[in-house]
């Protein structure tokens, strides 16, 4: 500790170790009739500036810092429950929490005081782990020239009920607008992903001079390597011909090269932030397309501005797209189905499920090599698995339909239960009959 000691003519001595000892020293010397000091030895001996000791001398005193609380306090709960360890919802950024609490409450506090609010409270910020950074070299290309697509897969997402679904979110990036477009399915099969680009195609209103893709299967017989270009699947490659773009796929094991699409994933994630408290598959779609809306409205930090502005400009330079023939033959198939008084509707000779406000109307099915889209007025109401059973319930519906038979409601879901198990063993013994009579 630095000591300065002052030898006074009243047989005093004055020990200045820090800067809020200077004004004891001011008066010592003004009571003694003794000169100022010098404040530039002071200054050395007390590791400061020399203007810093001036100040203090004259008696400058810092303003008391007051433990003043925070407006996110009055968050503290929700924030608490939703990063707690048992929550289902999960925020893999600090800025998806920040996102989920404006688009959810509604929250008027700034990005960067929540993320001090964070540091601040240890049980937060142990929460979210820091992240590696794949670095990729920065490259540009030129309106309307090229797009990269991606699949971010196998999430695993529950409802507010406890149904379980896999889903995986097909994205396409324009090259140079950075937009972006992002749609859910329940499988990335070949059939899913020319819908995806058919429809994508439609929506922005033309078709690039490139796409880059990655390996799978579903678009490459033989990956790309250093040595080799691969083999593009036959029927891809001709779904590229009828589009009119040239298909780029990246070298396995590269994935920066298509960093455009790659790095956006991370907000594609946001989906996850409402694991387990939605109700539908049609709210599961309508929070998928508020996310990408955006975050095609947020200023993109590669271009200064918002994709959806760039995008305006990047649209005048698309090739045109192709006749509707073949835009309609490479899109999932939609048949218009009625629904009857038991709340089903028969898609090859197999009936399926739909909520009961929907009895006696006509409803939209998409169909996938695996799966039912069920639409009402464009609206996702229910997605099916495409099934051998005769039957297919889908629960929540059951109890829907049960729900408006009976008047005693007390009862209603044990009888629920007991019929959906009936319903099932219904199921069986036809699946049953019907392999025998097949082995006959």
């Known amino acids: 500790m630095v000591k300065i000691i002052f030898n006074l003519n ?15 020293l001011k008066i010592f010397l003004e009571v003694n009739q003794l000169d100022k000091p010098n404040f530039s030895k002071l200054a050395r ?23 003043k609380g925070s407006k996110i306090d009055e968050y503290y709960e929700v924030i608490s429950k939703l990063l707690c360890e048992n929550s289902p919802q999960k925020f893999v950024y600090k800025s998806h929490l920040y996102r989920f609490l404006k688009r959810e409450y509604d929250v008027e506090f700034s990005r960067s005081n929540l993320n001090y609010y964070i540091l601040k409270h240890e049980k937060f910020s142990n929460y979210f782990k820091p992240k590696g950074n794949n670095k990729a070299i920065k490259t540009e290309t030129e309106f309307g020239k090229q797009a990269q697509f991606d699949w971010k897969e196998k999430l695993r997402f529950q409802f507010r009920s406890g149904e379980v679904i896999i889903i995986n979110i097909a994205s396409l990036v324009l090259s140079a607008s950075r937009f972006k477009i992002w749609r859910i399915y329940l499988s990335v099969d070949q059939s899913c992903i020319l819908d995806f680009l058919t429809r994508t195609f439609e929506l922005i209103g033309g078709v690039p001079k490139e796409i880059i893709i990655d390996n799978a299967t579903t678009m490459m017989i033989k990956s790309r390597n250093y040595k080799t270009s691969g083999k593009i699947h036959s029927k891809f490659e001709q779904f590229s011909k009828d589009f009119n773009f040239k298909v780029k796929p990246c070298i396995a094991g590269r994935p920066q090269t298509k960093a455009k699409v790659e790095n956006p994933m991370r907000i594609i994630e946001e989906i996850m932030n409402y694991n387990g408290i939605l109700d539908s598959y049609e709210e599961l779609y309508e929070k998928m397309n508020k996310i990408n809306d955006e975050a095609n409205l947020r200023v993109c930090q590669a271009i200064n501005l918002p994709p959806v502005f760039v995008f305006k400009k990047e649209k005048e330079h698309l090739q045109p797209l192709p006749n509707n023939r073949i835009c309609s033959y490479y899109k999932t198939k939609t048949t218009k189905i009625d629904v009857n008084l038991n709340s089903l509707f028969k898609y090859q000779n197999k009936s399926y499920s739909v909520p009961s406000e929907f009895i006696g109307k006509k409803v939209s099915v998409h169909a996938t090599e695996k799966n039912l889209y069920v639409y009402y007025n464009k609206e996702l109401i229910t997605v099916h698995e495409i099934s051998n059973d005769i039957l297919n319930y889908n629960q929540s519906h059951h109890l829907d339909m049960v729900n408006n038979t009976f008047s005693k409601k007390e009862k209603v879901e044990d009888y629920a239960r007991m019929h959906f198990k009936e319903l099932e063993k219904f199921n069986e013994q036809i699946s049953k009959v019907i392999r025998e009579s097949k082995k006959t």
Do not use: H, M, Q, S
């Open 10 to 24: 009243i047989n005093t001595d004055l020990v200045i170790d820090c800067l809020e000892d200077l004004p004891k």
């Open 45 to 67: 001996e007390l590791g400061v500036d020399r203007r810093t000791a001036k100040k203090y001398y004259e008696g400058f005193r810092p303003k008391e810092t007051r433990n």
